[in-house]
Nanobody, 122 residues
Framework: QVQLVESGGGLVQAGGSLRLSCAASGRTFSTNAMGWFRQAPGKEREFVAACNWSGVNTDYADSVKGRFTISRDNAKNMVYLQMNSLQPEDTAVYYC???????????????WGQGTQVTVSS
């Protein structure tokens, strides 16, 4: 079992930056692939970024490539999402998620956090 708690959301102006953090509990964290997803009002939840168990392999949605960076610190049981050049269309609730598998994937996640709100003003 993995429990996830996100933090770092907030209100930022367009062009600004935020770093989301996800604290994970559970003895298997270093073997879990991790991901970030988001859900905007009236829209379905969508994939944002993912990394494998070591953080060496990463994947991003086309809409955030070059602006967002996922990273992890297995010693601290933490996953991060650095978001730069934020735009109003990035406004959403952002969720951290974990897979039982160590392999990177944009889907099939088993554990979810409660989400953190990111609002980008124009």
């Amino acid at each position: 079992q993995v429990q996830l708690v996100e933090s770092g959301g907030g209100l930022v102006q367009a062009g600004g930056s935020l770093r989301l953090s996800c604290a994970a509990s559970g003895r298997t964290f270093s073997t879990n692939a991790m991901g970030w997803f988001r859900q905007a009002p009236g829209k379905e939840r969508e994939f944002v970024a993912a990394c494998n168990w070591s953080g060496v392999n990463t994947d991003y949605a086309d809409s955030v490539k070059g602006r967002f960076t996922i990273s992890r610190d297995n010693a601290k049981n933490m996953v991060y999402l650095q978001m730069n050049s934020l735009q109003p269309e990035d406004t959403a609730v952002y969720y951290c998620a974990a897979r039982r598998s160590a392999l990177i994937s944009p889907k099939n996640y088993d554990f979810w956090g409660q989400g953190t709100q990111v609002t980008v003003s124009s």
